[in-house]
């Protein structure tokens, strides 16, 4: 992603967004390159602060003893529960087990980035515990893609209710249209 090409594209969209990207430093995005791990850690990192859900992520990768997890059949080797010692949630150590079981069956694998942005969020989505959110975020910080917009995101519906000088959150289609000149 050219982040640069990026922000320059809204300044020029947007007066208000100029005004607000002057405020800020560039964020710098570093493309991942193990998708199963990626998504692992989007699961982890779910409805958590920052410091319990890293906690958590470093408990579940010591249950590696050092060896890395990236393998979809480590984590398949482990019990339900030994992932659940680690603080994980009955519902996250189910998810991580089935996004291991989609990569070590192949039916996602790291030639996902080659698809068009719907047709990840759709592979994504059939894997039961990966919903839009997460395959949205997936996209955006594992791939870099540069036009998602995840309408449903609470922080993503805040800021622009603080762009937008809104008393409610916006509504998904308010939050389209607004948008429509950033693409």
């Known amino acids: ?7 320059d594209h809204l300044t020029k969209a947007d007066e208000k967004m100029a005004r607000l990207i002057d405020k800020f430093e560039t964020p710098e995005f570093r493309k991942e390159s193990n998708y199963f791990e990626a998504l692992v850690r989007a699961i982890v990192y779910q409805q958590l ?3 319990a859900a890293s906690t958590i992520y470093k408990r579940f990768k010591d249950l590696f003893s050092g060896d890395n997890y990236s393998l979809p059949k480590k984590v398949l080797a482990k019990p339900h529960e030994s992932l659940r010692s680690s603080g994980l949630s009955n519902q996250k150590a189910a998810y991580i087990h089935n996004i291991a079981n989609a990569f070590d069956s192949g039916a996602v694998n790291q030639n996902i980035d080659s698809l068009k942005d ?3 969020i759709e592979k994504l989505t059939t894997i039961k515990g990966v919903g839009t959110w997460t395959a949205e975020m997936f996209l955006m910080f594992t791939l870099n893609r540069p036009d998602i917009f995840p309408v449903t995101d609470l922080g993503i519906r805040k800021g622009l ?5 809104l008393d409610d959150l916006p509504d998904p289609d308010f939050m389209i249209k607004t948008a429509a000149p950033w693409r």
Do not use: A, H, T
Not at 161 to 165: A, D, N, T, V, Y
């Open 161 to 165: 209710q603080l762009f937008c000088g």
């Open 49 to 51: 602060s920052g410091k």
């Open 1 to 7: 992603m050219n982040i640069d090409k990026g922000l």
């Open 118 to 120: 719907e047709k990840i």
